[in-house]
């Protein structure tokens, strides 16, 4: 089972974003939230927050169902360009330069780990006989 959370026109531009999803993109719930918390990058604020939203969207899918977060993990987590502001700056001799105000959309999915069987194994025939 899986759950996924949006964010959409953050005010950060999507490469900055980029630099923190990525310490936490297929990590542990537990340890992705441990390494957001204490990330200098104000982005990682941002990226906690739709976290712990995929989280609480995740057991909620389960309704009846407790589930462990221990066994959730971040299935995947990408970040895509918004629209960008322009604006303009005064530049020297009566010039104007040009700046982008970049945003972006994050996106977090989170899964649940299977839990591990071991298959069955059959017995040989040389086994059986003795």
Known sequence: MEAKAI??????????????VDLIRGKNVEEALSILHFSPKHASKVVEKVLRSAISNLQNKAEGKRIET???????????????????????????YRILKRSNHLTIVVAERE?????????TEKAEKE
């Not at 964010?7 to 923190?20: D, E, G, Q, T, W």
């Not at 971040?74 to 960008?84: C, E, L, M, T």
Request: avoid cysteine.
């Open 115 to 123: 839990q591990e069987t071991k298959p069955i194994t059959q017995k």
């Open 7 to 20: 964010n959409r026109y953050i005010p950060s531009s999507p490469r900055k974003m980029r630099l923190v």
């Open 70 to 96: 221990q066994n959730i993990y971040v299935k995947s987590a990408f970040v895509d360009g918004g629209p960008s502001m322009k604006r303009i700056l005064p530049a020297p001799m009566g010039r104007a």
